[in-house]
């Protein structure tokens, strides 16, 4: 794949998972699985950063912040084509989606494939923890620190296979209008780009959690939920975006790799995939 990069982001500082350093392992472990023309991997710090909720209602926002610029800086190397972004945590993802909008504007979707809303704010999330309030923050209200240059509007989010959210998140789906398709309607692949289509955009930026996935097909994640997506499940619905609009950018998140046995799945699921990037490359400008 000449135009693909890659942005390895090992950050785990985003979790609250007791086992989130695996995903340092995880980024790598994915960076390993995706063939690219370029590898860049975004300098993030690994100290732990300040301890829960002592700054802005954000678990080590300190390491956050760094490694938003670090990540930022990375992408600035990118010379064009498709990127791809392994983490590491969902937070990782701010910064690829904020230059996908710099390039695409209102034209930009987002597909959020997620057990999970991310849609919480420091003042909402039980935790405390930013990969729950990441979506929320690219949607504008994020913390001092963790701000999108630019953000999108909720008619751009498409919340796909989310099946675990919290009141405050429901709420907000409810009085914002984000389209939510639940796993029963993932069942026709197609329904992911027709709520793409719907929103005018013509191109997509689409952001996978592997906990999007059911764990008995893949459990190496730090917040496992029952009744998910299974692998070809989740392909053909990315290859039905690609089937019909420029794929912006790729993101694959929340691997705690950990010695695990779902590995040759994983890697499968990866390669089914990739056409969908080479297929959406030449696809709406």
Same mark, same amino acid.
């Given at each position: 794949?000449?135009?693909?990069?890659?942005?390895?982001?090992?950050?785990?500082?985003?979790?609250?998972?007791?086992? %989130?350093?695996?995903?340092?392992?995880?980024?790598?472990?994915?960076?390993?699985?995706?063939? $690219?023309?370029?590898?860049?991997?975004?300098?993030?710090?690994?100290?732990?950063?300040?301890?829960?909720?002592?700054?802005?209602?954000?678990?080590?926002?300190?390491?956050?912040?760094?490694?938003?610029?670090?990540?930022?800086?990375?992408? %600035? +190397?990118?010379?064009? =084509?498709?990127?791809?972004?392994?983490?590491?945590?969902?937070?990782? *993802?701010? %910064?690829?989606?904020? $230059?996908?909008?710099?390039?695409?504007?209102?034209?930009?979707?987002?597909?959020?494939? @997620?057990?999970?809303?991310? &849609?919480?704010?420091?003042?909402?999330?039980?935790?405390? %923890?930013?990969?729950?309030?990441?979506?929320?923050?690219?949607?504008?209200?994020?913390?001092?620190?963790?701000?999108?240059?630019?953000?999108?509007?909720?008619?751009?989010?498409?919340?796909? =296979?989310?099946?675990?959210?919290?009141?405050?998140?429901?709420?907000?789906?409810?009085?914002?209008?984000?389209?939510?398709?639940?796993?029963?309607?993932?069942? @026709?692949?197609?329904?992911?780009?027709?709520?793409?289509?719907?929103?005018?955009?013509?191109?997509?930026?689409?952001?996978? *959690? &592997?906990?999007?996935?059911?764990?008995?097909?893949? @459990?190496?994640?730090?917040?496992?939920?029952?009744?998910?997506?299974?692998?070809?499940?989740?392909?053909?619905?990315?290859?039905?975006?690609?089937?019909?609009?420029?794929?912006?950018?790729?993101?694959?998140?929340?691997?705690?790799?950990?010695? *695990?046995?779902?590995?040759?799945?994983? +890697?499968?699921?990866?390669? @089914?995939?990739?056409?969908?990037?080479?297929?959406?490359?030449?696809?709406?400008?």
């Amino acid at each position: 794949m000449s135009e693909l990069t890659l942005i390895e982001v090992p950050q785990w500082q985003g979790s609250a998972t007791p086992t %989130a350093r695996r995903l340092e392992q995880g980024a790598a472990a994915l960076a390993g699985m995706i063939p $690219a023309a370029r590898h860049l991997k975004a300098d993030v710090v690994t100290e732990a950063g300040i301890a829960r909720r002592a700054r802005h209602g954000v678990d080590r926002l300190d390491a956050l912040v760094h490694n938003l610029q670090a990540t930022r800086a990375a992408l %600035a +190397k990118v010379p064009g =084509g498709t990127t791809v972004t392994v983490g590491g945590d969902c937070a990782v *993802d701010l %910064a690829p989606i904020e $230059a996908a909008l710099a390039r695409y504007g209102e034209r930009l979707a987002v597909v959020w494939l @997620d057990a999970h809303g991310d &849609l919480n704010t420091p003042a909402s999330s039980p935790s405390g %923890a930013f990969h729950g309030m990441v979506l929320r923050s690219l949607l504008g209200e994020g913390p001092h620190g963790l701000r999108p240059l630019r953000t999108l509007a909720p008619r751009q989010v498409v919340l796909a =296979g989310a099946r675990a959210l919290d009141p405050e998140e429901r709420t907000f789906i409810d009085s914002s209008g984000i389209r939510h398709l639940t796993v029963a309607a993932l069942a @026709d692949p197609t329904t992911p780009a027709d709520a793409v289509a719907a929103t005018g955009a013509s191109a997509v930026y689409i952001h996978i *959690d &592997l906990d999007v996935l059911d764990p008995q097909h893949f @459990d190496a994640v730090g917040t496992p939920e029952p009744n998910g997506l299974s692998p070809s499940g989740l392909t053909a619905a990315v290859r039905a975006l690609g089937a019909r609009f420029r794929i912006a950018g790729l993101a694959l998140t929340e691997y705690e790799h950990a010695h *695990d046995t779902a590995q040759p799945m994983l +890697k499968q699921t990866i390669d @089914d995939l990739l056409p969908a990037l080479e297929s959406g490359s030449g696809n709406a400008p």
